[in-house]
């Protein structure tokens, strides 16, 4: 990890509904071009986490009681969602949310509105996402919500990228799609990774398609950091697999 990491959580808990503590003295760094994985079974606290970061737990009726979030150095524990999306630190939430009667490509531009670019550099932005996902420019003209799950996913992360972040916030990325569709959206977040130096902090339950593409990895149970290390350490270490996430868990 980078001595100055982009995004660093200190020991945030979470409540919701003001009794329901959720997330119990998170820490978890990001250093700048690095995939940072969090693992953990269902309900381990990796998308509560993730949105306390992008500041969406609120529309959840939770909030932060404790600790901070450093976003490039600075204190954004409070911060609006759209002004962290304008600042470069977007989310795809889990379950490949998507404007189902609006075309493929027309969810994507939606993802543009947050930049404010030119024409000439939203069409390059369009370019860019279908060079790294030409599937959906072969489908740009389908309604979203008549497309694959698969597709459906590739739309999500593509329409986060048009904002042109320096952070993205992936939950779930394998959630129901086919081990071969895990295998395609993985490898196109390690492109943009290692092309682009987009850097990644992914809350997944498939450790095993998560560790062979993450730098470094933390594992989450009942809220709380119970194991970190580098990707390749956690992969080694059987008792991370049988204990907390499972052997040869399912994509």
């Known amino acids: 990890m980078t001595a100055m990491p982009i995004l660093q959580v200190d020991d945030i808990e979470v409540v919701y509904e003001q009794v329901i503590l959720a997330v119990h003295g998170v820490s978890l760094s990001l ?7 969090l693992l953990g079974a269902n309900g381990a606290g990796k998308s509560t986490t993730l949105k ?18 450093l976003y490039r150095g600075k204190d954004v524990t409070r911060s609006a969602p759209d002004v962290l999306v304008r600042n470069g630190l977007v989310q795809v939430l889990e379950g490949r949310h998507c404007f189902p009667h ?13 930049s404010g670019g030119s024409r000439q550099e939203v069409k ?22 008549y497309t694959s799950g698969g ?13 042109r972040p320096a952070v993205v916030l992936l939950d779930e990325p394998s959630m129901g799609l086919a081990p071969l569709i ?17 850097s990644f902090l992914l809350a997944e339950q498939n450790a095993s398609v998560a560790l062979r593409h993450a730098h470094h990895a933390y594992v989450l149970e009942s809220g709380r950091v119970v194991a970190q290390g580098s990707a390749a350490e956690l992969a080694a ?3 991370i697999h049988d204990l907390y996430l499972g052997a040869g868990v399912a994509a």
Request: cysteine-free.
């Open 31 to 37: 250093g700048e071009g690095r995939i940072v994985a």
């Open 237 to 239: 270490r059987s008792d």
């Open 182 to 198: 895990v295998d395609e959206i993985f490898a196109i977040v390690a492109r943009l990774n290692a092309d682009e130096g987009v």
């Open 102 to 114: 609006l075309s493929v490509e027309e969810n994507l531009l939606a993802g543009a509105l947050a």
């Open 151 to 163: 597709e459906q996913q590739m739309v999500a992360i593509g329409r986060a990228l048009m904002a």
């Open 124 to 145: 390059a932005g369009l370019e860019r996402i279908y060079h790294y996902f030409p599937r959906l420019k072969e489908r740009r003209r389908s309604a979203a919500g």
């Open 52 to 69: 306390a970061i992008s500041a969406l737990v609120g529309a959840e009726r939770g909030e932060v009681v404790g600790g901070r979030v």
